[in-house]
């Protein structure tokens, strides 16, 4: 069985090639030169980047044979949606293979079964997944594949999203995430400025307010190089905390040993290290990305495509949602 994956939710053209739970090819065009110079995504350029270089992306993977053709039909950029769509159902009219829309948030989920090249089943269920990126920050109830219920989610920035904007605040460039964690790691104090954000009474989460102590710190304070390196740590460790501790506390309530961590932030070091810490694998089957299958990639795509056929849920809807949530290509 062959299959390929499209993956343009925001500002990263995909497409990965499968056969038999093996990538044969999964390639990747990054725009952020493109978006570095407005600090961050801009929805009429990913558009026109993601139509400019898709053909070119699904001529260099070299398709001779289909079996199904899959997409991400949200949630994400209405604009950056429809052009892999257009993709998809180019490719899939051609080789009359079956098309199958994939669910974004899912596909993160289930990348932590790409391990290298090789696509292995080993999630293990009931789990809880934080989902974390630039454009979410969700907690997922897992009981198998394609059963999905959200616990809780952001109210108001996404954490890679607060990441972001705290890095425009320091002059750091985008993206943010990588700049702030480099600069982190060389804080010497590593003193506590910021307050762990937190939702009361819920599993929500919250990042416009230390988003905000920041620039007040900074708009209150002589902000030298040593200065920036400590309100990077004092940031970071903040939210790291803030993100464990509802992660805990759902894993607690509900009484699993299964985690899933996934989604582009999960790069981070200090995230993973401290999840680690929380977590340890005596106790725990902790389930973590590896880091280049982190960020939004088609591999991922492809993985969900698997198992949405192994589990006979692949006859969902093809539509573009661009709020799309978890359910909408599952069961709750």
Not at 227 to 245: A, G, N
Request: with cysteine; aromatic share 8%; hydrophobic share 40%.
């Amino acid at each position: 069985m062959i299959l390929i994956a499209i993956e343009t939710s925001c500002d990263e053209s995909g497409i990965c090639v499968i056969k038999d739970n093996r990538i044969l090819s999964n390639l990747v065009y990054s725009q952020i030169d493109s978006h570095k110079k407005y600090g961050g995504v801009v929805p009429e350029i990913a558009s026109r980047e993601h139509s400019d270089k898709i053909a070119k992306l699904i001529i260099d993977s070299k398709i001779k044979k289909v079996d199904y053709v899959g997409f991400t039909r949200g949630p994400g950029l209405k604009g950056s949606l429809l052009i892999g769509k257009i993709a998809a159902m180019t490719i899939s009219n051609y080789f009359d293979a079956k098309l199958i829309g994939i669910n974004h948030l899912e596909g993160h989920l289930l990348s932590v079964e790409i391990n290298d090249d090789k696509i292995e089943k080993k999630l293990k269920f009931p789990l809880i997944a934080l989902i974390i990126s630039g454009g979410h920050s969700e907690l997922w109830y897992v009981e198998n594949y394609g059963k999905y219920s959200v616990m809780g989610s952001t109210r108001d920035d996404a954490v890679g999203e607060a990441f972001d904007k705290v890095a425009k605040i320091l002059n750091l460039g985008y993206p943010g995430g990588p700049a702030i964690e480099k600069i982190a790691s060389k804080s010497l104090r590593r003193n506590k400025i910021f307050s762990v954000p937190e939702v009361k009474d819920s599993f929500d989460y919250s990042f416009s307010g230390i988003k905000t102590q920041v620039a007040y710190y900074v708009r209150d304070n002589k902000v030298t190089l040593s200065k920036k390196k400590d309100i990077c740590y004092s940031f970071q460790d903040s939210v790291s905390k803030s993100l464990i501790k509802k992660l805990k506390l759902a894993v607690e309530k509900y009484r699993v040993n299964n985690i899933v961590v996934c989604g582009g932030v999960i790069a981070n070091s200090y995230i993973r290290n401290m999840i680690m810490e929380t977590f340890p694998l005596n106790k725990f089957n902790v389930f973590l990305p590896q880091k280049n299958y982190s960020s939004d990639n088609a591999a991922m795509i492809g993985v969900s495509m698997l198992r949405a056929i192994e589990h006979n849920y692949e006859d969902e809807s093809i539509e573009i949602e661009p709020d799309l949530k978890a359910g909408s290509n599952s069961e709750i």
